[in-house]
């Protein structure tokens, strides 16, 4: 790709019409780290980040003024966010790192362009494009990312890197899946290390679950959990994970058909190998509530389901068994082939089925208050769904004897 190809490819990016002149007058700066990854891939570019040499958070202020945008400062770190319109956009003050200890957050201080390429992850996402004035386009590539983008290669810039921070090795698992890419044979073999010795111990949950859903989200996820077995980073996650990617491949693929979120079915189908010992370490990852829920009863339900789950079970059998489960557990049990019939049916016709009688209908024909009253329900549901009851008028009667059955 020429110069003039990367110049037209920075000008064609969303906003670019609006930001160039604005940043005239401004101290230097470059489109950095995965934009610029994408784009001499010609993939589509989703986040603008832009490195200052100055004060980035000075030039977010002007930038947002001029753009008639918002700002949001972050003091720790020297950047901003700038919101104007459909333009969005990260800037940084181009800095160096240094980590105090393993899998610490690092402590930054101003630094050129050239120390802040080199602090970044992989020499793919170490290359910078010039948005100021004559070097518009301009691509400083000080580590060779473009020939490892060539040649499809993961690198890391330095052998701490994994140590510095244990998040990078999910994030080279994501990056070989996305692209089809492989890390070269120093880097994996510091990967190895890496997960032999501290693993992730060195970094909070929050950071793991982060690159972790990140994965997840990935069209290859099944293929960089492949890669998690082959490293052993899946007991450096865990002791007792044993990533499977054909069943995390199944119950992401059965997300589509039970309505479940894949990127947390997928996280299930991990969990399963163990749920009772990996509960806690779901718990550290601090999901949300909700979704801590339904990873765990899908971890531990789904595998359940796949061996009592049969094609002789009647509809009320079925809707017992499935009613109260996240969609996440019907996926697991899909992708521990249980069979297909019963869990589409659930869907499809039993799912929704409800009583056109309740508790107050009862109560109003005479009968009291009692756990009779709930029992009454639930056996004329069960007959609904078995097709020997339908209609209100059906419903109230056999309700109501079954009710006044009990209080006899």
Not at 94 to 104: M, N, S
Not at 136 to 156: C, F, K, N, S, Y
Not at 211 to 218: K, S, W
């Amino acid at each position: 790709m020429s110069a003039t190809d990367l110049v037209e490819r920075v000008r064609a990016l969303r906003g670019m019409n609006r930001l160039l002149p604005a940043l005239d007058g401004l101290p230097p700066a470059f489109l950095v780290g995965g934009a610029v990854r994408d784009l001499l891939l010609a993939s589509e570019t989703v986040d603008l980040d832009v490195a200052i040499e100055g004060d980035a958070r000075a030039a977010a202020r002007e930038l947002a003024e001029r753009l008639d945008g918002e700002v949001v400062e972050h003091e720790r770190f020297g950047t901003a966010t700038v919101q104007a319109g459909d333009l969005a956009l990260d800037l940084a003050t181009t800095r160096r790192e240094h980590y105090v200890e393993p899998g610490a957050l690092p402590e930054v201080e101003p630094a050129g362009l050239s120390e802040d390429l080199g602090r970044r992850d992989f020499t793919i996402n170490a290359m910078a494009l010039g948005l100021s004035g004559e070097s518009l386009g301009t691509l400083e590539d000080p580590h060779g990312g473009r020939e490892d983008l060539a040649d499809g290669v993961i690198r890391v810039l330095h052998g701490r890197s994994f140590v510095d921070d244990p998040t990078r090795l999910l994030r080279a698992l994501r990056y070989e899946a996305r692209f089809d890419f492989h890390m070269d044979e120093q880097t994996e073999r510091l990967a190895r290390e890496a997960a032999a010795g501290a693993g992730f111990s060195t970094v909070s949950g929050p950071r793991v679950r982060d690159e972790l859903l990140d994965l997840m989200r990935e069209p290859g996820a099944p293929a960089a959990v492949g890669r998690m077995r082959e490293l052993s980073l899946d007991r450096a996650l865990h002791e007792e994970l044993h990533a499977d990617p054909e069943l995390v491949a199944g119950a992401q693929l059965a997300s589509a058909e039970t309505g479940a979120d894949p990127v947390l079915a997928g996280l299930a189908a991990l969990v399963s190998s163990n749920p009772r010992a990996l509960g806690e370490w779901l718990e550290d990852l601090h999901l949300g509530r909700r979704e801590t829920d339904a990873v765990a009863r899908a971890a531990v339900k789904g595998p359940q389901l796949a061996s009592t789950l049969s094609e002789e079970l009647n509809p009320s059998a079925i809707h017992a068994l499935l009613s109260c489960e996240p969609s996440e557990a019907l996926a697991v049990a899909l992708a521990n082939r249980a069979p297909a019939d019963p869990v589409l049916r659930y869907l499809a016709d039993l799912r929704d089925i409800r009583l056109e009688i309740t508790g107050d209908d009862l109560i109003q024909a005479g009968v009291p208050e009692s756990p009779a009253l709930g029992r009454a329900l639930s056996e004329t549901l069960r007959r609904k769904l078995d097709g020997e009851v339908s209609g209100r008028d059906e419903e109230l009667r056999l309700a109501l004897s079954i009710a006044r059955a009990e209080d006899a």
